[in-house]
């Protein structure tokens, strides 16, 4: 099998016919039922006037299901019933209304979830090529794409193993050199694309030229360069790291690193002292720094403090939030104290397409409740505000009380630090106050010790935590624990733009296995206060979208680390604390729940059975058990 690309309907009003069809019963329906029903409204709007073979309708529905808007009951059974998706509903639904803007927004989320070419029976394909994308991606790089040329960049991707950037590169040469760029014998097969075909009749590109249509590339500029041309891409960036980080495989990756910082913005490092929790997050901010100017990219390694790196050390006096986002004083004058957090996060403003990593070096050492309030607050209040922006509550009110005199004596403060504030930012901060940036990342290190606080359950349930306990020797003496990060700026889009509902992604993974797993885990927890509310279930959904996007999409090993993260970093307490509602031990349901073949039993070093069995060891100890100790 090879890359295999629809070659039927795509015309936009036969289209809709067939997927009203799929909305209107919304349920399974039986191929025979379409056959009747697409023909005869075919048949009256005057596009089909004689009656086809039968297969020639079901065969209509291969670019909607390319698209992910129609689905099989058994993809192994091309006569299985189809039914409509919650994506397909939301695209016929703004198709019936006319509403352009929505049309697009529902065709941005499928080029970003979907795995075009996998499990859609008629093209049905084993290519890793996510076709849609090339085109798109290589219409943004060469402003416009013709048929020959998508199916000449397909030809070297699939057939020579070429890379999407060099093939597009040699179209650029041929242009300038005024030749004509055409596929090989065996890809032309591939110059008349369907599913480009039916993103032109939705808008999508300038039918002239096939350009990206201007209001799509003004709203969708950053998710369309984000855009993976190949569904294993992802792998490339997955390096060997230092050993201590391991995680899906004996030599450890930074992935769960990444997939993390996908899910949510707000990462806790814990483990003894002088494992590298601050290191990495200093190598993350290196790796996706686009900012300052390189000689040479390797030059980025040398550099201490990338412009998108800051490190704020916790003082164990912070009692309340002062410290963090400043306070209004009165002396000798009315003004503002200005922070370095409050400092960082406008700075993140003026730059939001690059990552920016807060690392808050030894967190625990205050209470995190006290110091960091309108942070855990406004992280809670994520969302796409009316016009599609990212907004959040803001850590610091828009200065009403003082007016124009003091938000100029704050524009001041930050062109005294060095750089400009955009026009955009000045107005958002005296309009909104500020808010958080959707490119702030802040990961903070912690260190368990009888010198430190232990986590509210408040602030774990808005982390997502990784423990960095392993220490190698061995590997130490040879010089192998540095850490060997690729430059990441390549994936910068991945990393800020963020989705924030697991609706945005459910459709795009196995959301009901992941709802069957939490179900269990629940019906352990039930009674107890460790319960999972919707926040760990939205959490989860986004996660494995998370390592699905990112490259490893293992399910298991996904909700593996997910368990370690977010559901066992939950538990604490004495004999007497960790019971379930029926009297039995909590651990040991816990992990006869998770050492079972269906859920982490038959997975190959499984981290939340391991670090299970070792708390299970503590309890029986010390009779006190917590997931930090």
């Known amino acids: 099998m090879a890359l295999i690309i629809p070659k039927n309907n795509a015309d936009a009003q036969t289209l809709d016919e067939t997927l009203k069809i799929y909305y209107e019963a919304n349920d399974w329906v039986q191929n025979s039922v379409l056959i009747d029903k697409l023909s005869s409204a075919l048949d009256d709007l005057g596009i089909e006037n004689e009656k086809k073979e039968p297969q020639s309708y079901t065969k209509k529905t291969q670019v909607l299901a390319y698209f992910g808007f129609i689905t099989w009951q058994d993809v192994t059974n091309s006569q299985?019933?189809?039914?409509?998706?919650?994506?397909?509903?939301k695209f016929y639904e703004a198709r019936l209304a006319k509403d352009e803007d929505k049309v697009i927004e529902v065709l941005i989320e499928s080029l970003s979830t979907c795995t075009f070419g996998r499990n859609v029976i008629g093209c049905d394909s084993d290519s890793d090529i996510e076709a849609p994308n090339v085109f798109i991606k290589a219409s943004l790089l060469l402003k416009g794409l013709s048929n020959n040329e998508f199916a000449y960049i397909l030809g070297r991707m699939e057939l020579h193993g070429e890379e999407f950037h060099d093939a597009v590169l040699k179209i650029k040469v041929n242009r300038i050199k005024e030749i004509k760029t055409y596929p090989e014998e065996n890809a032309k097969?591939?110059?008349?694309?369907?599913?480009?075909?039916?993103?032109?009749?939705?808008?999508?590109?300038?039918?002239?030229?096939?350009?990206?249509?201007?209001?799509?590339?003004l709203k969708y500029a950053d998710q369309l360069l984000a855009l993976r041309t190949k569904n294993t891409e992802a792998v490339r960036f997955r390096p060997v790291i230092d050993p201590m980080l391991a995680?899906?495989?004996?030599?450890?990756?930074?992935?769960?690193?990444?997939?993390?910082?996908?899910?949510?913005p707000f990462l806790l490092l814990a483990g003894i002292s002088g494992t590298g929790k601050s290191?990495?997050?200093?190598?993350?901010?290196?790796?996706?720094?686009?900012?300052?100017?390189?000689?040479?990219?390797e030059d980025r390694w040398k550099l201490h403090k990338p412009a998108n790196f800051e490190l704020i050390q916790v003082k164990p006096n912070w009692h309340n939030s002062m410290d963090v986002v400043g306070f209004l004083s009165n002396i000798p004058e009315p003004h503002y104290e200005f922070t370095p957090f409050v400092d960082f996060v406008v700075k993140a403003w003026c730059n939001e397409d690059t990552p920016?990593?807060?690392?808050?070096?030894e967190m625990n050492l205050a209470p995190v409740e006290e110091y960091f309030a309108e942070f855990l607050s406004a992280i809670e209040s994520r969302s796409a505000g009316e016009d599609g922006e990212f907004e959040t509550d803001p850590i610091i009110k828009p200065f009403d009380s003082f007016g124009t005199e003091l938000s100029g004596k704050m524009m001041h403060h930050f062109i005294g630090m060095g750089y400009d504030l955009p026009s955009r930012v000045e107005t958002r901060l005296r309009k909104k106050g500020l808010t958080l940036p959707k490119n702030l990342i802040v990961m903070g290190t912690v260190n368990m010790d009888e010198t430190t606080f232990s986590f509210s359950r408040k602030v774990l349930d808005r982390a997502m935590s990784i423990e960095m306990n392993e220490v190698n020797y061995d590997d130490f003496i040879e010089g192998k624990t540095e850490y060997d990060i690729p430059l990441l700026t390549?994936?910068?889009?991945?990393?800020?733009?963020?989705?924030?509902?697991?609706?945005?992604?459910?459709?795009?993974?196995?959301s009901q296995e992941v709802?069957?797993?939490l179900k269990g885990v629940n019906d352990?927890?039930?009674?107890?206060?460790?319960?999972?509310?919707?926040?760990?279930?939205?959490?989860?959904?986004?996660?494995?979208?998370?390592?699905?996007?990112?490259g490893a999409n293992n399910l298991k090993a996904a909700l593996d680390n997910f368990t370690l993260m977010k559901i066992l970093s939950r538990i604490e307490g004495d004999d007497s604390k960790l019971v379930t509602q029926q009297g039995d031990k909590l651990l040991d349901k816990l992990y006869e729940l998770l050492n079972s073949e269906g859920v982490f039993g038959s997975l190959e070093n499984s981290k939340s059975l391991a670090k299970l069995t070792n708390m299970q060891d503590t309890l029986k100890r010390d009779h006190f058990v917590s997931f930090w100790g």
């Open 247 to 264: 995680n899906d495989d004996e030599n450890g990756t930074f992935l769960p690193y990444l997939t993390a910082i996908r899910t949510k």
């Open 524 to 550: 352990i927890l039930e009674g107890t206060p460790f319960k999972l509310g919707y926040r760990a279930a939205n959490e989860a959904i986004l996660y494995v979208a998370a390592d699905k996007q990112l």
């Open 490 to 510: 390549a994936q910068n889009g991945l990393l800020v733009n963020r989705p924030i509902s697991a609706q945005e992604v459910k459709e795009g993974i196995e």
């Open 515 to 517: 709802m069957e797993f």
């Open 189 to 217: 097969k591939w110059n008349d694309p369907k599913p480009i075909t039916a993103l032109k009749n939705w808008g999508f590109f300038n039918t002239d030229d096939n350009t990206i249509s201007d209001n799509v590339f």
């Open 356 to 361: 920016f990593f807060l690392c808050l070096d």
């Open 279 to 297: 290191r990495i997050v200093r190598k993350l901010a290196q790796a996706t720094d686009d900012i300052d100017s390189f000689a040479k990219d």
């Open 80 to 89: 299985s019933p189809r039914r409509i998706t919650e994506l397909g509903e």
